[in-house]
């Protein structure tokens, strides 16, 4: 039970972290409240209370959002990162998800070494990667397309060790009663292993999206036709535009940011739960 002087101690603590998360906040709130404004209110406002305060709803209140969804192909771009990222979730749970469940369950010759290969692969620089896999790609014809983008980005080692840490607490009888109904190893995964790792399966997924979603370099190097190309891409290119006025680079740049502050506020619990776990299994 805690003491009187105890709450008051934690009541002071949630004051200043609220008071705190508000200072984080200024940029977003700042970026919010302009993305509304045409730049004459914008640089008004800009030494003033005022550029913390969205204007009025009323006539042209949305005017760079409309401008920026109809006259570029930000829609477009969006629609490609959101189509792209249901492709790898689903082909890299599977993937990483399988190779992560014969790591932890199947014993196989140098399984140790395989994973050790695999930890390793998690501090080599991410530039020396691409590297490798644009000239892997390049040698196969598949540049600017949908497949050469996809393929070198299923397999995440990170993921794999994510998944491998949770299967090995998963109790092997479960599967021995499986094999007396005639469920073979890979039914097994689907069926049962998969339902019983929730947790991981949405970390990961969550993972992947985000992954997807920030992503710059790779999709960079790969795509050269404009309707392929990913969102912060597109951001790239719209705000690089002369034309593109103020308000409407805070409107492109908070369309970008609105899908990442949703998946966090839905899957916090699920990320935080996910990561925890890969530190509290033994190997």
């Not at 109809?70 to 979730?89: G, H």
């Not at 369950?105 to 590297?131: A, C, G, S, Y």
């Not at 790609?137 to 397309?145: E, M, N, Q, S, V």
């Not at 790969?222 to 409407?248: P, R, Y």
Request: aromatic fraction near 14%; include cysteine; glycine fraction near 6%.
């Amino acid at each position: 039970m805690l003491t009187k002087k105890q709450r008051g101690l934690n009541w002071l603590l949630v004051a200043f972290l609220l008071i705190l998360s508000v200072f984080f906040l200024f940029p977003v709130i700042w970026m919010l409240a302009n993305s509304f404004k045409p730049d004459a209110a914008i640089t008004a406002d800009m030494n003033s209370v005022a550029a913390f305060i969205p204007p009025v709803p009323g006539g042209g209140f949305l005017d760079n959002y409309i401008s920026i969804l109809t006259d570029t192909k930000f829609v477009r771009y969006m629609a490609n990162t959101l189509f792209y990222a249901a492709i790898l979730i689903v082909l890299g749970i599977i993937v990483n998800g399988l190779a992560g469940y014969a790591l932890a369950k199947i014993n196989f010759p140098f399984r140790d070494q395989w994973l050790l290969v695999i930890l390793m692969l998690l501090i080599v620089p991410t530039e020396t990667v691409i590297t490798i896999h644009f000239l892997f790609i390049a040698k196969l014809g598949l540049l600017d397309t949908v497949v050469g983008y996809i393929l070198p980005m299923i397999v995440n080692p990170f993921n794999i060790f994510l998944f491998r840490q949770v299967f090995v607490s998963l109790p092997d009888d479960v599967y021995e009663a499986a094999q007396l109904d005639y469920c073979g190893p890979v039914k097994y995964f689907f069926t049962m292993v998969l339902p019983m790792s929730k947790t991981v399966v949405a970390t990961v997924s969550v993972f992947t999206f985000l992954g997807v979603w920030n992503d710059y370099l790779w999709p960079s190097l790969v795509f050269t036709s404009s309707d392929l190309l990913t969102a912060q891409i597109g951001l790239n290119s719209i705000t690089a535009n002369e034309n593109t006025t103020m308000g409407q680079t805070l409107a492109v740049i908070t369309l970008i940011t609105i899908p990442v502050i949703i998946i966090y506020a839905l899957f916090s619990k699920q990320i935080v739960a996910g990561v925890m776990s890969t530190g509290s299994k033994e190997g």
